[in-house]
């Protein structure tokens, strides 16, 4: 390089530092502005099939699904095929990430796949589920269409500490069974039997598909000892159980 060129070669050396620091600092403030559009977002329309919102550990807190996507049981950390379903669902979870209730919205004309039961035959399902950190459902409450004969209620239950060792195990052994049939054995086994003596019903207030208004309590052991009704004709009627069932006293007799 000769000496006359070098305040030329420096110069453009300084242009090129100049443009490159420009070019720099303008890719900066775009990476920023697009950081900030990322954290605070405005659409006017977001179509999607499911919705799954995580905390900043990335475990699950709330999930919005279809119909034809179904989200597990999560309980203790064990996922299982869900019971029922079929239906646009919003679930929430605790902040171990475990299910802790939900909403079930479902409804259709015909069977489930679209059979026909009867001309225009419909049938629906909304359910409002309560759990807790270590139980399924206390409270539910449930309306629905069973092709034409309507229904409405709320139930609350007792049920079992999904904590305890044994409940642990059965929850792991549920998860690993791969079929329907197979995880009926297992609630069949004595910690399964065990599990389901552990859930009771305790109490019900609603209407039935007969229309009949219904209100039972139940004992510890779900056993219903008072049920009063009020059929459609207006008749009403109050009943006391013993612990077998069986009627002790009515009114009006």
């Known amino acids: 390089m000769s000496d006359v060129s070098l305040p030329r070669q420096i110069r453009r050396l300084?242009?090129?530092?100049?443009?490159?620091?420009?070019?720099?600092?303008?890719?900066?403030?775009?990476?920023?502005?697009?950081?900030?559009?990322?954290?605070?977002?405005?659409?006017?329309?977001?179509?999607?099939?499911?919705?799954?919102?995580?905390?900043?550990?990335?475990?699950?807190?709330?999930?919005?699904?279809?119909?034809?996507?179904?989200?597990?049981?999560?309980?203790?950390?064990?996922?299982?095929?869900?019971?029922?379903?079929?239906?646009?669902?919003?679930?929430?979870?605790?902040?171990?990430?475990?299910?802790?209730?939900?909403?079930?919205?479902?409804?259709?004309?015909?069977?489930?796949?679209?059979?026909?039961?009867?001309?225009?035959?419909?049938?629906?399902?909304?359910?409002l589920s309560f759990d807790t950190v270590n139980t399924d459902q206390l409270l539910q409450v449930d309306d629905g269409d069973d092709h034409g004969r309507f229904f409405s209620y709320i139930t609350g239950w007792n049920r079992a500490d999904f904590n305890r060792p044994r409940y642990l195990r059965l929850f792991q052994r549920l998860a690993a069974a791969k079929t329907p049939a197979a995880r009926r054995a297992v609630l069949r086994s004595p910690a399964g039997q065990a599990y389901l003596r552990g859930t009771a019903r305790r109490y019900l207030v609603g209407y039935n598909r007969r229309n009949t208004a219904m209100v039972m309590l139940a004992d510890a052991q779900g056993r219903p000892r008072i049920k009063m009704f009020v059929t459609p004709a207006g008749k009403a009627e109050l009943e006391f159980l013993s612990a077998m069932g069986a009627v002790v006293a009515r009114y009006p007799k």
């Open 14 to 127: 300084r242009i090129f530092a100049t443009a490159a620091t420009v070019i720099a600092a303008a890719a900066l403030l775009v990476a920023a502005e697009a950081v900030h559009a990322a954290r605070d977002a405005t659409f006017n329309t977001l179509t999607v099939h499911r919705l799954i919102l995580r905390d900043q550990r990335g475990r699950l807190a709330m999930v919005l699904t279809n119909h034809d996507q179904p989200m597990p049981s999560v309980i203790n950390g064990q996922r299982f095929p869900r019971s029922g379903g079929g239906g646009n669902e919003i679930i929430f979870y605790n902040r171990l990430g475990n299910e802790q209730g939900g909403l079930l919205w479902t409804g259709q004309r015909g069977g489930r796949d679209g059979g026909q039961r009867g001309a225009g035959a419909a049938s629906s399902t909304n359910v």
